[in-house]
């Protein structure tokens, strides 16, 4: 079965603090994911990778930035936190191979920015 | 923008009947689509994908994907109060990326 960690499930921060999530998978997948879910909006992407050192802006990418220096590991930053960030995050990692590949989702972390 | 649609519902359905999700698409291209189900306060869970015209069955899952009508749907058969969930359909937006529907709410009342 494929593992995704993340390394937080609940996670307070201060606004204009530097934020580091991470993601681990476990099954050598090509594309990493980072989303956010809020009640209304559904899921939205905010950056993916689809290899290392390689990223692509999603659909809200302001505020954010990612890292993958290694192929298991997607960092995503929030370079000063604000209220409005305040959200469940899910990263998520997929085959790259063969097409549209079924995305496999990490347990979430909420995020509260106070 | 590629966009997938759903009801958000909530869908009530009493135990041991045949819930039906359906979910609408607007690029003509898509070829593969994916069902996840999401407990509050969970991650989604993938449970089904389907990446051709027909039907798949798996369990008590059916997927149903209509290129024509551009329309996917999920049959829950002998529904479960287990299976009170949201139900998310997902579909392509480029080679790698999916876009997601806001889901459907499911009950199931015992």
């Known amino acids: 079965d494929v593992k995704v960690t993340q390394s937080s499930r609940y996670l307070v921060k201060r606004t204009g603090e530097k934020v580091f999530l991470e993601c681990v998978q476990d099954?050598?997948?090509?594309?990493m994911f980072w989303y956010r879910q809020d009640p209304g909006l559904g899921l939205r992407l905010i950056y993916f990778?689809?290899?290392?050192?390689?990223?692509e802006k999603g659909d809200i990418p302001e505020g954010y930035s990612v890292s993958r220096e290694k192929k298991e590991r997607f960092s995503l930053i929030l370079e000063s936190a604000s209220t409005n960030q305040t959200s469940m995050y899910l990263c998520?990692?997929?085959?790259?191979?063969?097409?549209?590949?079924?995305?496999?989702f990490g347990d979430g972390t909420r995020l509260s920015i106070l | 923008q590629k966009e997938v649609e759903q009801n958000s519902g909530p869908l009530s359905v009493p135990e041991g009947a045949i819930a039906s999700l359906n979910c609408t698409y607007s690029?003509?291209?898509?070829?593969?689509f994916f069902w996840y189900r999401q407990y509050s306060g969970k991650s989604p869970e993938l449970i089904m994908f389907i990446y051709s015209n027909g039907d798949k069955e798996d369990g008590r899952f059916t997927a149903q994907l209509n290129k024509a009508s551009q329309y996917v749907s999920l049959l829950i058969r002998d529904s479960q109060p287990s299976d009170s969930a949201t139900y998310l359909c997902?579909?392509?937006?480029?080679?790698?990326?999916?876009?997601f529907g806001k889901g459907t709410m499911l009950l199931v009342s015992p």
């Open positions: 099954m050598d997948h090509e594309n």
């Open positions: 690029d003509r291209g898509s070829q593969s």
């Open positions: 997902a579909g392509p937006t480029g080679y790698s990326t999916l876009t």
């Open positions: 998520a990692s997929s085959r790259r191979t063969g097409g549209n590949q079924p995305q496999h």
């Open positions: 990778s689809y290899d290392v050192k390689m990223k």
